[in-house]
């Protein structure tokens, strides 16, 4: 609502088939860029252009973890070259955010403060750290949640980003487990800055994807729009690539080899019972024939006990960073119904549109929702309502603005 570029860049890769998706998985990115004239807006579309390509490529040579790293240090060198070259774009940089959803479950590579999160039945969890100076205190243990919230210190200046410098410090999360019914989501802070965490799993949980993105969008730009807005969102269709077993317990099982230091002592027990055995030392020769059989047994045991041994438990970083449970309020309900009562009273009175009465049946219907405490439905309710009197608004001015003639 107040900036007149678009700093947001954003990149879906969908694998166009399953030899791919094995290899590759599909890549969601948001990025946020930050710079003078159009130095941001550019950051933030080399990001989402150089990384699916580096990544890609590095797939073909390296393990995908290792390759979606290296695609974002790669990105961040030529991000930085490129500032370097011209003096308008200096010091240029961006936050970027990348999930890729593979076999293995989501892998995530992360730097500055756009967000991925989860939502898995009513569980709503942020799966990055924000690299900004609030989360730094905090993490210091400097001021806590709640300070942030009802303080001035200033939430949107973030210590790393790619750009600005040749070498920077990536985050990886995960892998997580993917199970049917899950959704990712990712958004650039022009969200996570105006919408509350919980009202974005709320609204994520209670609409289809394609209505919780516009819907998210509005609501932010309805609290005032300060920054850009992206979101992104991905829902896994089936249980696919990733055990039940590995899914319940929330790691990747694989099997396990035999212990390698047990396979030497059985091999050099087996040695020397034959040798000592050549030079008539019978006694020594079963001494060490027993020795190797010992080893090779506990060996066995290991590798049985161990095969559903869960060998990425944790995988890579700290996530979750915060976990909230999405329950409908009466609070949220009533705040999104206070906006379609303003948007809609301001459509009335500035706005000839035939959807007028239309709409004004389904705000009744979810008044009545809202009136007899089914806060869930009327949350849904006016949350499509939301979208589709900002979408008549921006129509019939659009309408008016092309019916204008300069003379």
């Known amino acids: 609502m ?21 290899r590759c998985g599909d890549l969601l990115i948001v990025a946020d860029g930050m710079g003078a004239h159009a130095a941001g807006e550019l950051a933030s579309r080399l990001s989402v252009e150089l990384i699916p390509h580096h990544y890609s490529k590095l797939n073909t040579k390296t393990e995908c973890t290792e390759a979606l790293l290296r695609a974002f240090e790669e990105t961040n060198r030529e991000i930085n070259r490129k500032g370097m070259i011209n003096p308008e774009f200096r010091s240029m940089g961006t936050t970027t955010s990348a999930i890729a959803l593979l076999p293995i479950g989501g892998v995530i590579a992360h730097v500055g403060d756009s967000r991925v999160y989860r939502l898995r039945g009513q569980t709503f969890e942020q799966l990055t750290f924000d690299h900004s100076l ?38 990886l999360e995960g892998p997580f487990p993917l199970q049917k019914g899950d959704r990712f989501l990712l958004c650039s802070d022009g969200l996570s800055g105006q919408v509350f965490d919980e009202e974005i799993g709320l609204l994520l949980g209670l609409l289809d994807p394609p209505t919780a993105v516009k819907a998210l969008v509005d609501l932010a730009n309805f609290r005032g729009g300060p920054d850009n807005i992206t979101v992104v969102i991905g829902e896994v269709q089936r249980d696919y690539g990733v055990s039940k077993a590995s899914v319940a317990s929330g790691g990747i099982r694989i099997p396990a080899g035999f212990p390698t230091a047990f396979g030497v002592i059985a091999a050099i027990g087996l040695l020397a019972a034959v040798f000592l055995a050549l030079v008539q030392q019978v006694p020594l020769a079963i001494l060490a024939a027993a020795a190797a059989l010992v080893a090779l047994v506990t060996g066995c045991i290991k590798m049985v006990v161990g095969k559903q041994t869960a060998v990425q438990e944790k995988g890579f970083g700290k996530a979750p960073y915060r976990k909230y449970t999405c329950k409908p309020s009466a609070v949220f309900a009533s705040q999104l119904k206070i906006a379609v009562d303003e948007l809609f009273q301001w459509l009335k009175d500035n706005i000839s549109s035939s959807k007028l009465g239309p709409l004004s049946e389904r705000i009744q219907r979810a008044n009545r929702q809202f009136t007899s405490k089914d806060y869930k439905e009327s949350t849904a309710s006016f949350a499509k309502l939301l979208v589709e009197v900002m979408q008549e608004i921006r129509e019939r001015r659009k309408e008016d603005d092309e019916g204008q003639v300069d003379y």
């Open 2 to 22: 107040r900036r007149a570029n678009n700093q947001d860049s954003f990149a879906i890769i969908s694998a166009t088939d399953e030899e791919k998706w094995q």
């Open 134 to 171: 609030v989360w730094e205190m905090q993490q210091s243990g400097e001021v806590s949640e709640e300070m942030i919230r009802n303080s001035s210190i200033p939430k949107n200046v973030i210590t790393r980003s790619l750009g600005p410098s040749p070498q920077v410090q990536v985050d």
